[in-house]
């Protein structure tokens, strides 16, 4: 989606590298999900963030959004093979709620 | 806990034949239902979404349509198919509001 601009486009690190993957929205972000794809499967949700300047953490996978700039940030530590795969942001730029916008996704491997 | 199953899995087609995917949910009642569609090595294109049992939105014109005969259950249909609507189709529920979405396993529909 233009609306939403995901880089890298992939990304390959040595295991125990730290990386980082950046969104940004052309639009107000009213909500914004980080979601992880093993290649032909569905998406398995990460997290959302919802205000400005929040900022979660899960295992070794923090995320952060910066409202003024429209863009959030996901950040890998230590990276493990386990955490090879697709990586989608999805922006709700929508009033209502209904319905994301998603990036085109950043492809991780991790050489062990 | 709330469950999505989606199937078939894997399906060949030949140009022209009808088409039918099927979505359900469990565990959760009056959610919102979205089908995706997945291009190789790009990001979600939403095709339908729904809010209600028999209200459908559609995202893009195409040769597909939506229906949601029953409030946990959700189908794409197309009378015939096309070359171009092969891909990997995605089907997500999510609660009302600023909700993530969560999704199924996918279909990879092959046209041939």
């Known amino acids: 989606s233009q609306e939403l601009e995901q880089s890298p486009q992939s990304l390959i690190v040595q295991e125990g590298k730290n990386l980082t993957i950046n969104c940004t929205s052309s639009k107000t972000l009213y909500g914004l999900y980080w979601y992880k794809q093993k290649y032909g499967e569905g998406l398995i949700f990460l997290m959302m963030?919802?205000?400005?300047?929040e900022e979660k953490s899960h295992e070794k996978i923090t995320a952060k959004l910066d409202e003024k700039k429209q863009q959030s940030s996901l950040h890998i530590t230590a990276s493990q093979p386990s955490h090879a795969g697709i990586y989608l942001c999805?922006?709700?730029?929508?009033?209502?709620?209904?319905?994301?916008?998603f990036g085109a996704g950043t492809i991780l491997r991790v050489k062990s | 806990s709330q469950t999505i199953h989606q199937w078939p899995a894997t399906l060949v087609q030949p140009v022209g034949s009808p088409l039918s995917l099927e979505c359900t949910v469990e565990?959760?009642?009056?959610?919102?239902l979205y089908w995706y569609r997945q291009a190789a090595g790009r990001g979600l294109q939403l095709l339908f979404y729904s809010v209600g049992i028999g209200q459908i939105s559609s995202e893009v014109p195409q040769n597909l349509s939506a229906s949601r005969p029953q409030d946990r259950q959700f189908i794409l249909s197309s009378k015939k198919l096309l070359l171009s609507d092969s891909g990997f189709y995605l089907c997500?529920?999510?609660?009302?509001?600023?909700?993530?979405?969560?999704f199924g396993d996918g279909t990879r529909l092959s046209i041939l």
């Open positions: 997500a529920w999510s609660r009302m509001g600023r909700q993530p979405q969560h």
């Open positions: 565990g959760t009642s009056n959610p919102n």
């Open positions: 963030l919802q205000k400005g300047g």
């Open positions: 999805g922006a709700d730029i929508s009033e209502y709620g209904n319905k994301l916008v």
